[in-house]
């Protein structure tokens, strides 16, 4: 089975755990690029209120192709109990394309399932697997045994 792991990332965590979930399954990797400048407090306030928004992002066309995977495994983190709006602009964009999904989130501490949940609405299908990771056990490693669970049910 031919896999896609695409994410959105502002810090870095969500790349981190996206990169292992690519290393361990050996499959292809795309990072999301949002095209808006995000740094900062006034990147994050705004950011947050556009997640709460369910706002569209402009986004850097993909390189690439959804169509020609049979599973694309999406990665987003929670802001405010939401998708990023690159994840959920991404998902609208290309719903067609996704054959089988799986998805991923980090999360400082709360919001992941509400997250797993839109996605799943947003996709109209139920994830193969779903994952939801906090961002220090990310950071720490301690995620390791969870990532290989959630890489077995993709298998
Ligand atoms: C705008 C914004 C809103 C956030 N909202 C939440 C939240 O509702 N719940 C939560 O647990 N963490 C929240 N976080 C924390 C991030 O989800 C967490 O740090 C994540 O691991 C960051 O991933 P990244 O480094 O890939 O961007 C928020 C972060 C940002 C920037």
Known sequence: MR????FYSRTGVTKKAMHSVASMLRCDI???VD???????????????????????????AKKDPADYDMIIIGTPVWAHNMTPAVRTYIMKYKEQLHNVAFLCTQ????????MK???????????????LRTKEVM?????EKLKEFINKLR
């Open 118 to 132: 839109s996605m799943q609405e947003l996709c109209g299908k139920p994830p193969r697997a779903a994952l939801i």
């Open 108 to 115: 400082g501490g709360s919001g992941g399932e509400k997250v």
């Open 30 to 32: 795309e990072e999301i």
């Open 140 to 144: 720490d490693g301690t995620d390791a």
């Open 3 to 6: 896999s896609l792991a695409v």
């Open 35 to 61: 095209q808006k400048e995000r740094s900062g407090i006034f990147g994050y306030l705004k950011s947050g209120r556009e997640a709460m928004m369910k706002s569209i992002a402009r986004i850097e066309r």
